[in-house]
Structures are given as C-alpha cells and as structure tokens.
C-alpha cells in the first residue's frame, strides 16, 4: 500500500477548486497543484497501483513504470510552466480548462487498462477545446467544433477497436497490441488521429493557431504527445509507423514556409517534429524507442517556448501575421533572445536540447540501413530550421520594420519563458540526466566531431539558401492569404454528402409526407366510406342479372341498393348475400 495518490486526481480536483479561490491566492494555488503533484509522482514506486473492479475486470489507474514515469516528470514540467505563464488570466474557464486537460494526460500515461485509459482519452479532447473557445471568437467556436468533430471520429475508431480487441481477447491490459487484426488496426487510427498523421492533420493547424495566447501552451504539450505515449506503448516497432513519422516530418516543411500566421507556421512544425517521434517509434530498437522519447520531451520545453514568445507578441502587439510584425527586437529583446533559443533547440544547434535527442532517431535510422528514410530525415532537419530557427525569430523581431514598439512582456511571461529557455540549454549542454529517465539503458554520444560538424553544415547551407533565396527575390514573400490544406478537399466532400444525404433523405421524407402521411388517410377515408357499397354491388349485380334484371330495372335496383347502404336500411337479404359471398371468398382462399 502507497501514500501517494494516481497523478490525475491532483489536477482534476484543483482545477474544480480553482474557481472557489479569490484574490491573489489564486495565482499561488495555481502554481502550488503542479508542484504539489509532482511530489506526490517521484513517491510513487513502479509497479501497478490503485486497482478497482469493475464489471468483472480490474481497472488499473498507475501502472508506473520508466516509460510513463518521463512523461509523467515532463507533463509536471510544462503544466508548472504554462501555468506561470498564464499567471495574469483572470478568466477561470481557461485556468480549470488546461487542469483538467493535463490531468487527463497524466490519466493516460499511467492507465494500465484500455477502459480508463479510454476515458482519460476522451477527457482530453473535451477539456482541450475549452481553450480554443475560450479566446470567443467567432474564428476559434468554428475551429473548435471542427477538432471536437474529428477527435470525435477518432474516440469511436479507437473504442470500436477496443470493444473488438478485449471481445477477442478476453483482457482489458494495456500493453503491447501490434497490427494483428480489425480491432488494432482500429485502435491504430485512433491513436494515428490524435497524432496528426497525415490527411487527418488539419484539425491541428486549423484548431491551434484559434486558441488562446495561453492555451495554445497546454494543447503543444499534451494531445499529440499523449497519441506518441500510446504508440510507444502499444505499437512498438511497426514498420507503417517509420514511413508515415518520414511523412510527416517532410510534408509541413512546405506549408509552413508559406505561412504568414507565425503560430500556424508553428502548428506545421509541431507535425514535423512529432513525425520523428513517430518514425522512431517504428524503428522499434532501443535508441530509436529512446530517441524518439527524449525528443517527446525535449520537444514540448522548446515548441512551448516558441508558442510563449508568440504569444508575448500577441499580448503586446494583437497581431501574429509575419507581414504585420518586424523589428521588435528593439522594445522585446529579452523575447526575442528566448525565442532565438527556442528556435536554435527545434533546429538542433550543438548545446541546445534538440541535438542531443533528434540525432538519436537519425542514428537508429541509420544504423537499421534505412537509406531513404535517413535522408528524409535529413531533409526535415534542415528544413525546421529553414522555417522554425529562421523564419519565425526572422519576420518576428528582425525583417523590415513594423513601426510598432510594444511593451517587453510580463514579468510572469518572462519568467516562465526564461525557465524553458534554461532547460532547452541545460539539457542540450548535460543530456545525461535525461537520458538516465529514458526507457532503455543509453549507450550514445551526441558530441562526436562527425556529429557536431555533420549538423552544423547543415544548418549553416540551410542558411546561406534562406538568405540566397531571400536576397535574390525567390522566397516566397509573407501574404495576408489562406492556404488550401488536405482538409480542403473532405470539407468540400462534407459539403457534398451533406447535400446528397439532404436530397436523397429529404426526397424520401416529403415523398412519405405528401403519399403516405397526407395521401394514404385520403384515400383509406374514402375507401372505408364506399367500400361497402363496392363490396355489395360487386357481389349482387351478377345474381341480378342472372335473375333477368337488365336496363331501367337494373339501374333503379342498384339507387336502392345505394340508398339502402348510405342510410343503414339495406334488407337482410342483401347482407346475408353478401356475408354468404364473403366467407366463401375467404374459404377458398385458406
């Protein structure tokens, strides 16, 4: 038995006390649930912990072991930092929306079972879009019903998948489960939506780029790398997931070099970072399976610091467009210089995080003889820092002047700004700490000379090409334009299902209405009022003629038998005919 508590409780339950707090304790509240939490995860041995029947199977709420114990130091981290961050907000709805939202992370990571963790991974999604509403626009309510509309189809991917997978095999664990079937492939592209695979990536740089300034802090950090989390731990080693990682660290290169929204731009090269993660993750092997993880980490410290300098402008100058912005330097520096950090560590320099944990992906490539995949990697490397280490600081602070001199950012900004910038140099300069938290055993240099000079000639021609490029006019210039992403082609395909579905179904309902519903009473109406008449003058006119009656006789017959029937006089004799008439019918018909 253990004091500590499952790491989720302690986020949730502040985030519903939040709004009870008043005052200036509420900014030390805030900050105090993330350290609190964390203390509480480093007295949690490995092992599983708080397990709970439930309809005959064992809900598992910690199982703690090296793999959810890293995700679980750097979900602490970052919630610490974006909270400092947004110390200033007085708008509770996004102070509860990005508590719940990581203590929902942290309910993934340490589920051990595919009902809880399932759970968790629905509250992530409905706590995440709290903080693209909370910015009230009418750009972000579009934006949001549009994640919460494929997260949506993603939830029932992965809980079809989960139905099937625990109907085949009788346990709910959540362990390795490998392509082997309907239900993992389910499962797989539940998992694959939330990673922003491509095709179904538009929902992020459609939904982050509306969030809020601090908001966009908590969807960089937990979303995608929760999908990162479940890969590893569930698909290790499947070789789809090295092709589609090549993928997506290759295509976002392209949009976000002609992206003016910087935060978009950013969006973009959040794909391309997760791709190595993803590509590592296939590879499968022990430093591939490292380097992908140390990257998960380094990479939510350094994208959240360049979504925090944004987001400084934005504070200060209510823009975020490149043509919009320039020559801020002068009036943020002390921004600028923790973006430039921020853009140095996304682009791997030498002291910085990011070299010390891509390069680990880029050697298990290497060393698994996977050529092609090698050199995509190669090519999205000096790509991220085309756009990311350059283009962002660039059109930011630098490029030509905007005229605008705003306010350095808040204290609290800073601060928080300051911390990430620290850890993106102490973690670049010493990787040994972190690499001791990895998964597996760490048996790998990052400083060898042909490592050092390999990527700094990268990022060096990757330079002179912007700088070529730029000087000679071939750049593509920053435009206030909206560029076409994949999600163009199913939002017209949406379009089109949503006027064949409302042709065909509501042909089909005002055919019913208009026959069936108006029509069919009509006719039954006048069928039960002379159904009688039709029944007996069917059935006696041949007797009649039989027996002679023709011409005038016949007709005045038939008036009586009319009259008969519309005032209820008709003669016994006519109705035992017709009953006579009747059952024989009916006789003959069984």
Same mark, same amino acid.
């Given at each position: 038995? /253990?004091?500590?508590?499952?790491?989720?409780?302690?986020?949730?339950?502040?985030?519903?006390?939040?709004? !009870?707090?008043?005052?200036?304790?509420?900014?030390?509240?805030?900050?105090?649930?993330?350290?609190?939490?964390?203390?509480?995860?480093?007295?949690?041995?490995?092992?599983?912990?708080?397990?709970?029947?439930?309809?005959?199977?064992?809900?598992?709420?910690?199982?703690?072991?090296?793999?959810?114990?890293?995700?679980?130091? /750097?979900?602490?981290?970052?919630?610490?930092?974006?909270?400092?961050?947004?110390?200033?907000?007085?708008?509770?709805?996004?102070?509860?929306?990005?508590?719940?939202?990581?203590?929902?992370?942290?309910?993934?990571?340490?589920?051990?079972?595919?009902?809880?963790?399932?759970?968790?991974?629905?509250?992530?999604? #409905?706590? +995440?879009?709290?903080?693209?509403?909370?910015?009230?626009?009418?750009? %972000?309510?579009?934006?949001?019903?549009?994640? !919460? $509309?494929?997260?949506?189809?993603?939830?029932?991917?992965?809980?079809?998948?989960?139905?099937?997978?625990?109907?085949?095999?009788?346990?709910?664990e959540f362990g390795y489960i490998g392509l082997n079937g309907l239900a993992s492939y389910l499962i797989f592209i539940g998992f694959g939506i939330n990673c922003a695979w491509p095709i179904f990536h538009p929902w992020l740089t459609d939904a982050y780029p509306e969030a809020t300034i601090t908001g966009v802090i908590f969807l960089s950090a937990f979303t995608t790398k929760t999908a990162v989390?479940?890969?590893?731990?569930?698909?290790?080693?499947?070789?789809? !997931?090295?092709?589609?990682?090549?993928?997506?660290?290759?295509?976002?290169?392209?949009?976000?070099?002609?992206? =003016?929204?910087?935060?978009?731009?950013?969006?973009?090269?959040?794909?391309?970072?997760?791709?190595?993660?993803?590509?590592? *993750?296939?590879?499968?092997?022990?430093?591939?399976? =490292?380097?992908?993880?140390?990257?998960?980490? =380094?990479?939510?410290?350094?994208?959240?610091?360049?979504?925090?300098?944004?987001?400084?402008?934005?504070?200060?100058?209510?823009?975020?467009?490149?043509?919009?912005?320039?020559?801020?330097?002068?009036?943020?520096?002390?921004?600028?210089?923790?973006?430039?950090?921020?853009?140095?560590?996304? %682009?791997?320099?030498?002291?910085? +995080?990011?070299?010390?944990?891509? %390069?680990?992906?880029?050697?298990?490539?290497?060393?698994?003889?996977?050529?092609?995949?090698?050199?995509?990697?190669?090519?999205?490397?000096?790509? #991220?820092?085309?756009?990311?280490?350059?283009?962002?600081?660039?059109?930011?602070?630098?490029?030509?002047?905007?005229?605008?001199?705003?306010?350095?950012?808040?204290?609290?900004?800073?601060?928080?700004?300051?911390?990430?910038?620290?850890?993106?140099?102490?973690?670049?300069?010493?990787?040994?700490?972190?690499?001791? !938290? $990895?998964?597996? @055993?760490?048996?790998?240099?990052?400083?060898?000379?042909?490592?050092? #000079?390999?990527?700094?000639?990268?990022?060096?021609f990757s330079a002179l090409a912007f700088t070529l490029l730029l000087l000679a006019g071939i750049y593509p210039p920053e435009m206030r334009c909206v560029n076409i992403d994949v999600d163009w082609f199913y939002r017209k395909a949406g379009r089109l299902f949503c006027y064949v579905t409302d042709k065909v179904f509501n042909g089909i309902n005002a055919f019913s209405d208009r026959f069936i519903?108006?029509?069919?009473?009509?006719?039954?109406?006048?069928?039960?009022?002379?159904? @009688?008449?039709?029944?007996?003058?069917?059935?006696?006119?041949?007797?009649?003629?039989?027996?002679?009656?023709?011409?005038?006789?016949?007709?005045?017959?038939?008036?009586?038998?009319?009259?008969?029937?519309?005032?209820?006089?008709?003669?016994?004799?006519?109705?035992?005919?017709?009953?006579?008439?009747?059952?024989?019918? *009916?006789?003959?018909?069984?």
């Open positions: 038995m /253990i004091d500590a508590v499952p790491p989720a409780v302690i986020f949730i339950i502040g985030a519903l006390l939040v709004p !009870l707090i008043k005052g200036k304790w509420k900014g030390a509240f805030l900050l105090l649930i993330p350290i609190v939490g964390f203390i509480n995860l480093i007295h949690i041995p490995e092992g599983t912990h708080w397990v709970v029947g439930f309809a005959g199977y064992d809900l598992v709420f910690g199982k703690v072991d090296r793999l959810s114990l890293i995700f679980g130091y /750097i979900f602490h981290l970052i919630t610490f930092i974006a909270l400092l961050y947004a110390l200033h907000l007085k708008d509770d709805l996004q102070h509860v929306g990005g508590l719940i939202y990581a203590g929902s992370a942290l309910g993934v990571v340490f589920a051990g079972d595919l009902f809880s963790f399932f759970v968790f991974w629905e509250m992530l999604t #409905v706590s +995440s879009v709290l903080l693209i509403w909370a910015r009230r626009t009418k750009a %972000s309510t579009g934006a949001g019903y549009r994640y !919460l $509309l494929i997260h949506a189809i993603g939830g029932l991917c992965l809980l079809a998948g989960i139905v099937l997978y625990v109907a085949q095999n009788g346990s709910i989390y479940a890969l590893a731990r569930a698909f290790p080693g499947t070789e789809a !997931l090295i092709w589609i990682g090549a993928i997506m660290t290759g295509f976002p290169i392209f949009y976000a070099v002609i992206e =003016n929204d910087l935060r978009r731009v950013l969006a973009y090269s959040l794909i391309n970072q997760v791709g190595f993660m993803v590509c590592g *993750i296939g590879i499968g092997t022990a430093l591939a399976i =490292n380097g992908a993880i140390a990257h998960a980490f =380094n990479d939510i410290i350094f994208k959240s610091l360049l979504f925090m300098s944004m987001g400084a402008i934005m504070y200060r100058t209510g823009k975020i467009n490149g043509t919009a912005l320039g020559g801020l330097y002068r009036t943020m520096p002390l921004t600028c210089i923790f973006c430039m950090v921020g853009a140095a560590s996304i %682009s791997a320099f030498p002291l910085f +995080s990011g070299f010390v944990s891509k %390069s680990m992906v880029m050697s298990a490539a290497g060393a698994g003889h996977l050529k092609i995949v090698w050199f995509i990697l190669l090519f999205a490397s000096a790509g #991220v820092f085309h756009h990311a280490g350059i283009k962002i600081p660039f059109f930011a602070f630098f490029g030509h002047d905007s005229g605008m001199r705003p306010k350095e950012a808040p204290l609290n900004m800073l601060l928080a700004m300051g911390i990430a910038a620290f850890l993106c140099i102490f973690i670049g300069s010493y990787p040994g700490p972190l690499y001791s !938290l $990895l998964p597996y @055993p760490v048996d790998y240099l990052p400083y060898t000379m042909p490592h050092v #000079v390999g990527q700094t000639q990268i990022l060096f519903a108006r029509g069919l009473p009509r006719v039954l109406g006048r069928l039960s009022r002379h159904l @009688p008449e039709i029944l007996t003058l069917g059935a006696m006119l041949p007797l009649w003629t039989a027996f002679g009656a023709k011409g005038e006789e016949l007709q005045v017959k038939i008036k009586k038998a009319r009259f008969a029937l519309e005032t209820g006089t008709a003669p016994i004799g006519i109705s035992a005919a017709v009953a006579t008439i009747f059952l024989v019918v *009916i006789f003959f018909l069984i």
